[in-house]
Nanobody, 119 residues
Framework: QVQLVESGGGLVQPGGSLRLSCAAS????????MGWYRQAPGKERELVAR???????NYVDSVKGLFTISRDNAKNTMYLQMNSLKPEDTVVYYC?????????????WGQGTQVTVSS
C-alpha cells in the first residue's frame, strides 16, 4: 500500500525558511515522478515543484530561486526547502506520487502539512 506522510510545516516569520519532508512507503520514490502541491482555502490545488524519476526538476514561476525540491533515495524521502517565505505562502502543502503501471497512471497524495507565514 502506498503511503505518503508529510511533515515539517509550522509557523515561520516572513523571510524565514522551512523544509518539508515527504516520507514514502510502498513505493520507491526514485522510480516515480513526484511533486509538491499547495492549496489555499477555496482555491484549486496547484503545482509548486516536481521531480521526475530521472531527477529533472520544474518549479512554478513564483517559487523559482526560492524553493528547492530534492530527494534522499536512501531514506525514500522527498523534500521541499522553502526560503524567503512570504505571507502568501501560507497554505497547506501536499506531496504527490504519480505511479505508472502497465501504461496507466495513478496519483497518490499525502495528508498535507500546514505552513503559516506570519509575524
Amino acid at each position: 500500500q502506498v503511503q505518503l506522510v508529510e511533515s515539517g510545516g509550522g509557523l515561520v516569520q516572513p523571510g524565514g525558511s522551512l523544509r518539508l519532508s515527504c516520507a514514502a512507503s510502498g513505493i520507491i520514490i526514485r522510480g516515480n515522478n513526484m511533486g509538491w502541491y499547495r492549496q489555499a482555502p477555496g482555491k484549486e490545488r496547484e503545482l509548486v515543484a516536481r521531480m521526475t524519476s530521472a531527477g529533472t526538476t520544474n518549479y512554478v514561476d513564483s517559487v523559482k530561486g526560492l524553493f528547492t525540491i530534492s530527494r534522499d533515495n536512501a531514506k525514500n524521502t522527498m523534500y521541499l526547502q522553502m526560503n524567503s517565505l512570504k505571507p502568501e505562502d501560507t497554505v497547506v502543502y501536499y506531496c504527490k506520487a504519480v505511479i505508472s503501471v502497465f501504461g496507466r497512471s495513478y496519483d497518490y497524495w499525502g495528508q498535507g502539512t500546514q505552513v503559516t507565514v506570519s509575524s
